[in-house]
């Protein structure tokens, strides 16, 4: 028992050592996410768990959390490290990376659940997000879960076009989009528990 133990764990240590390679090489690339996916990937975790996600479902959301953004390395790094908003065209360019993403790990059949969720995190509860438009229970809860993770990062970190916001106001943004954006009963269980995210 104790070999077999053993050998799961160094099986996800050498998981944990690809993705975390995969992120470095992402981050020396995009300097502005810097640090992101392992902050999207705590507060997915924690969220995920509070949710009563536990096992190998957690793990797989905590492992998509970390790789969401993979698929911004075929983004060409003129518009990935603009200054500036970016133009229509290369807002959709950079739309680009979750399906990029999704064609990237769905290689691995190991990493179809992970690869089907990086795909869909940017999918909206209304129905207008991308690449696909799907809406509401058709979007994989890991991606909703990622989405609102994602979006408190972002909202919390300075951009070359803006300033962030306070944990606080990113909060009251993610509740003013529930059931726009955003899954509902994600947001009210943040709303009860909104600690938990605090990483």
Request: charged content about 30%.
């Amino acid at each position: 028992m104790r070999s077999v133990n053993l050998y799961k764990y160094e099986e996800n240590k050498f998981y944990h050592d690809i993705i975390e390679s995969l992120v470095a090489a992402l981050e020396a690339k995009d300097y502005y996410t810097k640090g992101h996916s392992d902050r999207v990937a705590d507060m997915s975790y924690s969220l995920g768990k509070g949710l009563g996600y536990r096992g190998m479902e957690l793990e797989e959301i905590h492992i998509a959390a970390h790789l969401h953004d993979i698929g911004k390395i075929g983004i060409p790094d003129i518009i990935l490290n603009k200054e500036g908003k970016l133009s229509s065209q290369e807002y959709e360019c950079v739309k680009m990376h979750s399906t990029i993403g999704y064609e990237i790990l769905c290689k691995s059949k190991y990493l179809k659940t992970i690869s089907e969720i990086v795909l869909y995190h940017h999918e909206r509860w209304d129905g207008q997000g991308y690449p696909k438009g799907i809406a509401k229970d058709e979007i994989p809860f890991g991606s909703r879960i990622i989405a609102v993770c994602d979006s408190i990062d972002a909202m919390t970190s300075n951009r070359p076009y803006r300033k962030s916001l306070s944990f606080e106001e990113s909060i009251n943004e993610i509740i003013r989009n529930k059931s726009k954006m955003y899954d509902p009963i994600i947001v009210e269980f943040i709303r009860k528990n909104v600690d938990i995210l605090k990483i």
